[in-house]
């Protein structure tokens, strides 16, 4: 059996891992860059540091020979001919597969606006990204940033450790909006702001000024932003159109069935470019279980996905800032401050389905276990009576 495996992504490794771990099927995997599997979380901590983490690469050159697993790098898939049961590559290579798996990702959003295309607009996907990024801020100066979501506080907090002057721009009226309450996404903006960087909510950019290079960012309010730099991270939209164009059933994102097959049932789609359900994935932990139970299914063995509830552990900052579930989708709610300490849990028909927890984060350890018993108020209340 030839499996060929589209993206060198955490979920299409993950994949090759099961297979080879369980058969002895011919494993290729092709990615249009030119490193092999990384952990793209770590770019954002990365930024003007010359510091490669340890663990970057998931797995060393030795263990791809190792395993039997070819890895084509800087090569990219230009087509699926379905009939034939092969794909075409920018590099003129057509490749045979019995099963296939699609795992390109999703690229960075960033809107058509005026100016886009000036010198200093950038967006972190790809290794290659944080090196020119990294090359061209060495003597600049001042930031923005727009986005307050994850990674756009950790990208700012990395920048603010290297000396910029720095600036969030969220659209929405607060930070974090779909991970925080309101009031733990107000201590998260304190701590920020303590911290020197300026938090600017409720604010959308109209335009980027400047001749060549970029100079400021004009504000919907009318506002200027003095701007060397402007660092997008709004979003990301799922690598589709191969899947598009091979005909296969595509939404928001290739559409999956629980076994992580498309509408073709030779071609499997894993990781941020499948949409599984109503959701795309997008995180890191559930792309590598869609690489997982592709592979199981491939090699026979029926197996489902089951979807953990959604965890962000944000690190920046001083202090842990950790939510898991959805804590803004509660008709009943506890929050506990204590000192500098804040527990928020959200309680939906009487189960527990959201958790924040800044500073004292030691019940993360416990959250997925209490989310997916979906406990109720007074036991929980019993639970941090004994911590």
């Known amino acids: 059996m030839k499996v060929l495996i589209l993206g060198s992504s955490a979920a299409g490794l993950a994949c090759a ?6 058969s002895d099927a011919e494993i290729t995997i092709i990615g249009k860059e030119s490193y ?38 800087d090569t990219e898939v230009t087509a ?18 019995t099963k296939l ?31 020119k990024l990294n090359e061209y801020a060495t003597n600049k100066q001042n930031i923005t940033i727009i986005g307050g979501g994850l990674l756009g506080i950790e990208a700012a907090w990395a920048f603010k450790k290297a000396g910029k002057s720095v600036t969030i721009v969220e659209f929405l009226d607060r930070l ?48 200027e932003v003095p701007t060397d730099i402007l660092f997008y991270s709004i979003g990301v939209r799922p690598n589709i159109s191969i899947a598009k164009a091979a005909g296969l059933t595509v939404e928001k994102g290739i559409v999956v069935n629980d076994k992580m097959q498309t509408s073709d049932n030779d ?24 690489g997982k139970i592709a592979a199981e299914n491939i090699l026979g063995t029926e197996s489902k996905l089951s979807i953990n509830p959604p965890i962000a552990l944000l690190k920046a900052l001083d202090k842990g800032v950790y939510s898991a579930g959805f804590i803004n989708g509660g008709d009943d709610y506890l929050e ?21 927890l800044i500073a004292d984060t030691r019940l993360s350890s416990k959250a997925l276990r209490l989310l997916t018993e979906k ?13």
């Not at 891992?17 to 369980?22: F, N, S, V």
């Not at 990384?38 to 990365?46: D, E, K, N, W």
């Open 101 to 131: 798996v699609i795992a390109l990702g999703s690229s960075n959003f960033v809107p058509p606006l005026q100016g886009v295309d000036k010198k200093g607009v950038f967006n972190l996907k790809y290794y290659s990204d944080l090196l």
């Open 176 to 223: 974090m909006a779909n991970q925080l309450s309101p009031a733990a996404s107000a201590l998260v903006e304190k701590e920020i702001e303590a911290s020197g960087i300026r938090v600017m909510t409720g604010k959308s950019v109209k335009q980027i000024l400047g001749d060549d290079e970029l100079m400021a960012v004009l504000l919907e309010s009318g506002e």
């Open 375 to 387: 406990i109720s108020k007074e036991k929980l209340i019993e639970i941090l009576k004994g911590n």
């Open 17 to 22: 891992e099961a297979l080879r771990q369980k």
């Open 267 to 290: 071609i499997y789609a894993v990781g941020d470019c499948c949409q599984i359900g109503n959701m795309v994935p997008g995180i890191w932990p559930l792309a590598l279980q869609t």
């Open 336 to 356: 506990i401050t204590e000192g500098d300490s804040y527990k928020a849990f959200a309680f939906k028909e009487g189960g527990l389905i959201g958790i924040n």
């Open 80 to 97: 699926i001919d379905r009939q034939n049961k092969k794909i075409y590559t920018n590099t003129g290579q057509e490749i045979l597969y």
């Open 36 to 73: 092999k599997p990384y952990y793209r979380p770590a770019l954002s901590h990365m930024i003007l540091s010359n510091d490669l983490p340890s663990r970057f690469y998931l797995k060393p050159d030795s263990y791809y020979k190792d395993n039997n697993i070819k890895l084509v790098l």
